[in-house]
């Protein structure tokens, strides 16, 4: 419970069970870090956020109130999760103490699916991420939205099920049918599997 | 406060005030179930959840983080109910506090409709469950559905509105064209309301 | 923590920063009004309700579970605010933390865009609600909306993103095509931004 690096803010009202904690993080009040969770430096974890055990976030993401992170979740460097919104780990699921379920139940290969976050990317207010699927680094995800395949870098996606509208740059605003953005000028090239910023290597 | 029986667990952050939790039920944190709230054997309550006092939940059932069971809500045997599921009582909610509403929120009768989820149903994270309504045995309602009238047993219902786009097997998959399960083998046959287990007098 | 007036009822497990808020007003289990904050007088803050501190609530306000009221938003006398529902204020949220987001965030007229909810107005379970815009007095907004422009005086709104299909009494009835409430018969006219009451001058 105290066993945060000193530069961890813990509300009086928050619960931290995990060692895993990097510096200037902050986690506010109603917040549950469950043992074993991974959560890195700067980050900023909003009221009644839960982070269990097997969930892992690394520096600098945003998650706003009401968000739970679970088993399967990986969040990665500077990703933005609005309030409300919701992950999965199970595609089919049934309450585990039912008899039938069992056996499912009793291996967590036979139910958990992974999900991943990528860099920089947006999930919006309310969205709701199916579990198997993956979010590519800067992708805006409108808030609302229904992920239930992968999502390329940069996409904007919006919809139930969401669907790619547009593509988003590093600084959250939609590029023009040119790739370029009309506030701040970035410029991007098509990629393999996504956009990826012009004249940039990766 | 410390009413419960010896076998059930509830967390130092978790607040019970009922007389009528069974046997190995587990509140997690931040749960708070309110005096006069039934819930039965062998439950998990998910952290931040909260049950009212004119709530049922039967045993086995499992309720993921953020959920509000609210008076007029029963939950049937070995339901699942995904994270940050929203159950009403009201189908035309006004502030009970504006002058207006007065006479009718005077009486529960004028505005309380209930809500029942059938034994061992799933409701999908985030789904949105209108009231009034009835949700049949091992319906499995998609994520981020909107459930706006009754769904029959076994149904897999998904959308806003919800509609019925399939059948649930008791595992948790969809039942092909045949109504016989591809993962765990079971078959079904057409009822008057739905489905039920080829060969089930029941 | 304890500068409440003394009219206030607060939760033993809830958090009152506040000195502003107003006689009669109850914080249920796992509030958190943050100091700055104002909420009015007679409003019910349901369990896990959060408010920041630039956000403000006006008198007999309802606020169901679940919900966080963030800086910009305005909420008028007599709302009513459901379950879940969740309210914005940056149309093009990055994490803060993010390098590339610094500048952004370092002056909130760069990002912060304010809601109003008008008087008597309904938000219902689970909606959505874009920043920079506007519900009008007496609006009623169903269950899992997503509303992204203004809602006039009396709109009824669904859908996503939200439309108009009808207009509602102040009762919360539908009313008919003329304009008429069939449960309270209260009588409307067509003005500039909506409805209002027959004979109403304003």
Same mark, same amino acid.
């Given at each position: 419970m105290s066993a945060e690096a000193p530069d961890v803010f813990v509300h009086p009202h928050a619960l931290n069970e995990s060692r895993n904690i990097g510096d200037g993080t902050r986690l506010w009040a109603f917040v549950h870090v469950m043992d074993g969770a991974k959560v890195g430096r700067f980050c900023n974890l909003g009221e009644h956020v839960f982070i269990e055990r097997g969930a892992r976030v690394a520096d600098r993401v945003t998650i706003k109130n009401q968000v739970s992170v679970w088993d399967g979740v990986t969040i990665e460097d500077d990703a933005f999760i609005g309030p409300g919104v919701i992950f999965t780990n199970?595609?089919? *699921?049934? $309450? *585990?103490?039912?008899p039938a379920a069992h056996d499912r139940y !009793?291996? *967590?290969?036979?139910w958990l699916e992974s999900t991943r976050v990528g860099r920089g990317a947006t999930i919006g207010a309310g969205a709701i991420i199916l579990c198997g699927l993956s979010i590519g680094a800067h992708a805006m995800i409108g808030a609302g939205s229904l992920v239930s395949r992968d999502a390329p870098p940069h996409a904007w996606i919006v919809g139930r099920p969401g669907r790619i509208v547009g593509w988003a740059c590093l600084c959250g605003r939609k590029l023009s049918e $040119?790739? !370029? +953005?009309?506030? +701040?000028g970035r410029r991007y090239e098509k990629s393999d599997d996504g956009l990826c910023l012009a004249g940039d290597a990766g």
């Open positions: 199970d595609r089919y *699921p049934r $309450s *585990p103490r039912m !009793a291996h *967590p290969e036979n $040119s790739f !370029a +953005c009309p506030v +701040c």
